[in-house]
Structure formats: C-alpha cells, structure tokens
C-alpha cells in the first residue's frame, strides 16, 4: 500500500493519495504522560524538510521526524520506529534499585 520508508514521505504519500484524517501520528512529547503524545492527521498543517508542522492553539508545533515512533493508517501500522536498547539505562536502574533497597 505504501511504497515509502521514512515518515516525511509516507506523510506525503498521505497527502497525495490518500486522506490525512485517516492516520494518527506517535511521537515523543517529553512532560507528557508516558512522554508519549498521539495526534490525529487531521492536525497536520504542514510536511517541512525537517519537521512535521501541526496546527497549534497558539503557535504551530514542530516535530522533528526523529521524535515520531509510528504512524498508522485507517488503524493498521504503517511505520514503526524499532525501540532502542540503552544498556546504560539498565545498569543505572539496577544501581538505583539497589541503593533504595538498602534505604
């Protein structure tokens, strides 16, 4: 169905072929819960080089590419960024689960 991999033409594939109030876009909202954010498509105002511009109350919203994790149309995933295993992380949650046992 779509031909593309990245999420700045599959948004324009969208536009051109298809109708964006169809999909809902994923990305990381740090303060957010979960720092997870899903908007309609129907939010989109713009498909920029480097940032996908929504319609805000206020001001427009920029969202660099590398922040959005899945786009799904009609409800099936069409993009799925794959998580990233941060072994760092894991040894600095362990050392934190540590000390708050010995609390």
Do not use: T
Not at 53 to 81: A, K, M, T
Not at 92 to 101: G, H, L, S
């Amino acid at each position: 169905m779509f031909r593309s991999k990245h999420p700045r033409d599959i948004f324009n594939e969208i536009k051109w072929r298809f109708d964006f109030s169809k999909c809902k876009v994923y990305y990381i909202h740090r303060g957010a819960p979960g720092n997870v954010k899903i908007v309609s498509g129907s939010a989109i105002k713009n498909i920029d080089r480097s940032f996908l511009i929504l319609e805000g109350i206020v001001d427009d919203v920029y969202i660099p590419y590398h922040r959005i994790f899945r786009i799904e149309f009609d409800n099936q995933i069409i993009f799925e960024r794959p998580k990233k295993q941060n072994p760092g992380h894991a040894v600095q949650d362990k050392n934190v689960q540590e000390r708050n046992q010995n609390i």
